[in-house]
């Protein structure tokens, strides 16, 4: 009897198996229970004999049991962990990967030419007070610049009578910001997403632009000229370049200058430094004696140099961009030729 459950018990393959000797062995009317019944029909020294004897197959088989439970359980997580088994040196999918966005990248190059200037870079509101756009800028509110610019204005509620906000047409006001929280002297660049009312394939109605800031004891128009010189020739990569200053105005500078650049554009590609065109790059000029007041700089210490230049414009001019729009369609084409790899 007890070689027979035995020899089942380590043949069981599940726990099911299992638990169909357990009543047959052991179960209320199982064999041995039935075999206990019997002792009493016994003479008490049989039973002496049997008893404990049936008592001691009963506790065997119960161990025999719960062994083999525990190893049919230790089966069943070992074939689970090899069928789960998950090869983690694996290669993962390739999955489609963004570019940097050429306008990303400019302000980058742009930022760390300037950076190893001494310049830092400040930030300001797209949304601003047209006293920091216009007014603190020299350009009061009957001035023609401000129908110029083309402003977007921010619709205020019934009733609020105060000036309303405007999106700023330039990163100008971060020129008063700037010399507001950090006073003088001071060497910063202003990078960031300005705002006009003009759609056509130069001109987006928001668009990006960088100003320049300097101001000290004894800056003047030559160091403007060097700091720019130098800024185009790292831009372009090149070893020469020949700036032209246009006389000019800005409310915000007095004097005033458009700069261009010497170049060429030999089959349609442009090559700066050489050739016979002019190429007017940005606008700029030492800083007005009203605005270092409205920034809170007293103007017989302290003079500046201020320029303000285009992202998009220059980045179409260093990578051939014919069309100013395409910056802004989210063209995924576009975005793989003309983005830079991460
Ligand atoms: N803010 C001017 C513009 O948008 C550019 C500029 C900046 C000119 C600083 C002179 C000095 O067009």
């Known amino acids: ?3 027979r459950y035995l020899g089942q018990i380590a043949e069981a393959g599940d726990e099911a198996a299992l638990e169909s000797i357990r009543l047959a062995a052991v179960g209320k009317k199982g064999e041995v229970a039935l075999k206990m019944r019997e002792l009493g029909k ?11 004897a049936l008592n001691a197959l009963k506790d065997e088989i119960n161990s025999a049991l719960a062994a083999k439970k525990a190893a049919l359980v230790d089966a069943a ?3 689970r962990l090899r069928e789960e088994w998950l090869d983690v040196t694996l290669h993962a999918r390739s999955r489609p990967r963004g570019t940097i966005h050429p306008i990303s990248q400019v302000t980058e190059e742009v930022t760390a030419i300037f950076a190893e ?15 920091y756009n216009f007014d603190a800028l020299n350009i009061p509110g009957h001035h023609p610049a401000r129908a110029e610019m ?4 921010m619709h205020r509620a019934e009733g609020d009578n105060r000036p309303p906000h405007v999106l700023r047409t330039h990163t100008s ?15 910063i660049i202003c990078p960031g997403g300005v705002y006009r009312a003009d759609y056509d394939q130069t001109h987006t109605p928001m668009f990006h632009q960088v100003e320049g800031l300097a101001i000290d004891t004894d800056i003047s128009m030559a160091n403007l000229k060097w700091v720019l010189e130098e800024f185009v020739k790292a831009f372009f990569e090149v070893d020469g370049v020949d700036l032209r200053f246009r006389a000019s105005h ?39 004696p009203k605005v270092l007041k409205a920034g809170g700089i007293d103007p017989d210490s ?31 084409r576009w975005l793989r030729h003309y983005g830079f790899a991460s």
């Open 1 to 3: 009897l007890k070689q």
């Open 77 to 79: 997580l070992d074939a």
């Open 42 to 52: 016994m003479t008490p020294e049989e039973r002496q004999v049997a008893g404990p």
């Open 250 to 288: 800005f409310p915000f500078t007095e004097p005033s200058a458009e700069v261009d650049i010497r170049c060429s554009w030999e089959g349609g590609t442009l090559k700066v430094g050489e050739g016979d065109d002019w190429l007017e790059i940005l606008g700029s000029g030492m800083v007005h």
């Open 117 to 131: 200037m001494g310049f830092s870079v400040a930030e300001g509101p797209r949304i601003d007070t047209d006293w």
């Open 173 to 187: 006001p971060v020129q008063i910001r700037a010399m507001e929280t950090m006073g003088a002297p001071m060497r």
């Open 150 to 153: 083309d402003t977007f204005y």
């Open 302 to 332: 302290w003079q500046g140099f201020a320029f303000g230049m285009g992202i998009d414009r220059i980045a179409m001019l260093k990578y051939g961009i014919p069309d100013l729009r395409a910056f802004f369609d989210s063209d995924l």
